[in-house]
């Protein structure tokens, strides 16, 4: 089975371009989340996704950033203008929400990104 | 900050002993899982020990679970050099939603 997947894996931009991370789903996955993880910072949770609507995204550090999820098996997540402290890398997750809980994360293989 | 405090932040240890790594967290939680991530790849699970249950065995890790201390501890048996990778504890804190909150991570090391 394909696991999630991921593009780009590795981005490089200048500064105050726009850059957008593409993230698709295991199929039957109802939700969907994004992270990033930066030495400093560890892993944060950026937004997260259930049947294509966002539940939370108080994570989202500005208003430079901003995700969509149009339908079950593709979501977007967008830095414009991009700035050199959003260098990290950015993982996106899936799983099968439970009743109250929060089961098992399948994990892409994340998008390195680099903001000169 | 909801995160989880892990320690050590770094083990490094000799293949065949075992490592122990341990998790706080600070309010009350569903479940608490942990995660494996190897350099430059994302995170595999590992294993999930529900709030009622205090201990978890899978192949040569074991789980235990401490709700009246917050913590909780990753045991590998008899390591290997594959095992060599950052493991993270992660929680599905009650009436937090639908979503986990990572802990900063132990780097493991087994060295031949």
């Known amino acids: 089975d394909a696991g999630v997947i991921q593009s780009p894996r590795h981005e490089v931009t200048e500064m105050g371009q726009e850059v957008t991370l593409r993230c698709k789903p295991i199929?039957?996955?109802?939700?969907l989340f994004w992270y990033r993880q930066t030495m400093m910072r560890g892993l944060e949770l950026l937004i997260y996704?259930?049947?294509?609507?966002?539940?939370?995204d108080s994570g989202m550090p500005e208003d430079r950033f901003s995700a969509k999820m149009p339908n079950a098996s593709f979501s977007t997540l967008k830095i414009q203008p991009s700035e050199p402290r959003d260098s990290a890398v950015y993982f996106c997750?899936?799983?099968?929400?439970?009743?109250?809980?929060?089961?098992?994360?399948?994990f892409g293989e994340g998008s390195r990104l680099t903001v000169l | 900050s909801q995160q989880g405090e892990e320690d050590p932040q770094a083990l490094s240890i000799q293949e065949g002993e075992n490592a122990t790594m341990n998790c706080s967290y600070k309010?009350?939680?569903?479940?608490l899982q942990w995660y494996r991530q190897n350099s430059g790849r994302g995170l595999v699970h590992l294993i999930l020990?529900?709030?009622?249950?205090r201990e978890k065995h899978s192949g040569r890790l074991r789980v235990t679970l401490d709700t009246s201390k917050k913590s909780s501890s990753l045991l590998i048996t008899a390591s290997r050099a594959a095992d060599t990778a950052s493991y993270f504890c992660?929680?599905?804190?009650?009436?937090?939603?639908?979503?986990?909150?990572f802990g900063t991570g132990t780097q493991l090391k087994v060295e031949l």
């Open positions: 199929s039957g996955h109802n939700s």
């Open positions: 020990i529900r709030s009622n249950e």
């Open positions: 992660a929680t599905d804190y009650r009436g937090g939603g639908n979503k986990l909150t």
């Open positions: 997750a899936s799983s099968i929400p439970g009743q109250g809980v929060t089961g098992e994360l399948f």
């Open positions: 309010t009350s939680i569903n479940n």
């Open positions: 996704f259930n049947n294509n609507v966002p539940i939370d």
